[in-house]
């Protein structure tokens, strides 16, 4: 059965779980740990662990948190940021972490991809594609890295189907115009590149609705949905999202 996943995304920064709008304003809303361990027993299918500042603050993850999140749940994890090396991989990895998501390093160095494919497998590798507008782009959508603040001039559809090229095995899309706007993901921007490629998408950035995870699914074409705002201020539980699904005929594991 093709299961639809619903995947907490857990925004960390100095070890604390927040939340933004548009990347930045962001708030503290927790501990990583915890909100991880509600959401692993609440029935979410994944999570995401994003240290947001790692790359600007040109560091690598940090373990220690990571870890303490692992300890506390029952679900697959990926962990982004500032990830660099086959060495920072190979350190999450042996912590315990299921995928690892590569934004940055990946775009200034795309054999990295190859080399991480390689050495652990396309399944252990999500590439993470922070994107916004621009009428620069032939697709209306440009890569930005460095947490969403440079931008690349690289088109994103164009980057994603060279990053499957690789062999990664899943790809992060998230909108900066539509992160925690709650108005719903980038529909355009998901489709175009979950129809330009063959592997996962997972949707992100702007779900604010149960009908934006419907939408993201339909109409963006994409594998899973990402959620924080509607997740982490208690606007929906799991279980509501996956039943809203089921309910309109998208096969989840409830």
Same mark, same amino acid.
């Given at each position: 059965m093709n299961y639809r996943r619903i995947v907490p995304c857990l925004d960390v920064k100095n070890g604390r779980l927040v939340k933004g709008v548009n990347f930045v304003d962001l708030k503290d809303v927790g501990?990583?740990?915890?909100?991880?361990?509600?959401?692993?027993?609440?029935?979410?299918?994944?999570l995401v662990f994003l240290d947001i500042t790692a790359t600007i603050e040109k560091r690598k993850t940090i373990v220690d948190a990571v870890k303490k999140t692992i300890e506390r749940i029952t679900i697959p994890l990926t962990v982004g940021g500032g990830i660099g090396?086959?060495?920072?991989?190979? *350190?999450?990895?042996?912590? @315990?972490?299921s995928k690892v998501s590569i934004n940055t390093a990946a775009v200034h160095n795309p054999d990295f991809l190859g080399d991480a494919v390689q050495a652990f497998g396309g399944e252990k590798i999500t590439v993470a594609i922070d994107t916004r507008s621009s009428n620069d782009a032939v697709s209306g959508f440009e890569v930005m890295i460095n947490g969403g603040r440079t931008p690349t001039g690289i088109d994103a559809v164009e980057w994603a189907k060279k990053v499957e090229g690789f062999g990664v095995g899943t790809l992060l899309p998230t909108s900066m115009d539509a992160d925690g706007t709650l108005a719903g993901y980038d529909i355009p921007m998901t489709r175009a590149i979950a129809d330009a490629v063959s592997?996962?998408?997972i949707a992100s950035g702007g779900a604010g609705t149960l009908e934006h995870l419907? *939408?993201?699914?339909?109409? @963006?074409?994409?594998?899973?949905v990402l959620v924080?705002?509607?997740?982490h201020f208690g606007t929906f539980t799991i279980r509501q999202m996956k039943e809203y699904l089921r309910d309109n005929e998208i096969s989840v594991n409830l």
């Open positions: 501990d990583p740990a915890e909100n991880g361990a509600a959401y692993s027993e609440a029935g979410a299918d994944e090396t086959i060495e920072n991989i190979q *350190e999450l990895l042996d912590a @315990g972490v592997i996962p998408v419907l *939408e993201a699914i339909k109409e @963006g074409h994409a594998d899973a924080a705002s509607i997740a």
